[in-house]
């Protein structure tokens, strides 16, 4: 499938991505994160997206499919302990809030942005990398690719996740397969049953789990008789899930490893001098 790119300005600057047959159609804001703030499949709207609060540029953006980077949730004291010494890092990292470069694929089936470190960045995250993320959608399904490259001299330390909002009719009336029976349970901090936890949507949940078998998560909306097939490779190992009342979404998050693993020596992923790691995932509408 092959897509046409049209720069546009209403109802805020972005990148249209939009199939020949008029049945697929992407909004892309590289300006903001890199943001994808629109999936549009046939007359289905994926993602939530809260434009008035996308607006207002000193708030965190509630929609689309933010990047998380260098790290996934937030640190304790926001401090990212290296041997470099201590640095001050935000909830979920500075690639959700930075501007990204933006082209098209070659063969116009998707498009590509990348982020280099910058004085901004190496202020919190003294390293050297590129991150690029490929996106190829289709008809009914968004696949997306992520390299990491370290470009400098030393070891790097890392995580990465997706934060996709997606759109639901009823959080009583949405149901999710495919995690473990265990969860970690961030809103009070211990391990958690995550059946329970799929009981208390409604309510507002914050959680994190693995996967029961070969990295598949299926979001079932029951009332627009939609599903969504998450579907990552073996590098995104954890899934997050979050409401946030009376939001009429659902976030479902591919995320290379827990809160503050970065921290944390058996825990942490590390990315060796003048090496590269993809991680990659698809969204598939049912």
């Known amino acids: 499938m092959q897509f046409d790119f049209k720069k546009k300005t209403d109802p805020y600057s972005h990148w249209e991505c939009r199939d020949k047959n008029n049945t697929c159609r992407l909004r892309v804001v590289p300006e903001r994160g890199g943001l994808i703030s629109e999936w549009l499949v046939e007359d289905y709207d994926v993602l939530y997206f809260d434009l008035e609060r996308f607006k207002q540029n000193e ?55 990348s982020l280099n470190d910058s004085a901004i960045t190496r202020a919190s995250y003294p390293y050297s990398f590129l991150l690029e993320m490929q996106v190829r959608p289709s008809s009914d399904c968004l696949e997306i690719k992520i390299t990491l490259h ?14 996709p909002y997606f759109n639901v009719v009823n959080l009583e009336k949405v149901s999710i397969k495919g995690l473990s029976q265990t969860c970690f349970n961030h809103l009070k901090m211990k391990q958690d049953i995550t059946s329970k936890q799929l009981n208390s949507l409604c309510e507002g949940v914050d959680f994190i789990s693995d996967s029961e078998g070969e990295g598949l998560v299926v979001l079932n909306d029951l009332l627009a008789l939609k599903s969504i097939e998450m579907k990552s490779q073996a590098s995104f190992e954890k899934t997050v899930v979050w409401t946030d009342p009376p939001r009429p979404m659902l976030c479902l998050e591919p995320w290379t490893s827990s809160r503050n693993a970065v921290n944390i020596e058996e825990k942490k992923l590390t990315l060796n001098p003048g090496e590269l790691q993809e991680f990659s995932c698809s969204f598939r509408i049912m």
């Open 59 to 113: 708030l965190s953006i509630r929609g689309g499919i933010p990047v998380l980077f260098p790290i996934c949730g937030d640190l304790p004291g926001n401090c990212l302990r290296l041997p470099q010494g201590d640095f001050l890092i935000n909830q979920h990292g500075f690639a959700r809030d930075l501007s990204w470069n933006f082209y098209p694929l070659e063969d116009q089936r998707g498009f590509n942005l």
């Open 150 to 163: 370290n470009l400098g001299e030393q070891s790097m330390p890392f995580s990465i996740g997706l934060h």
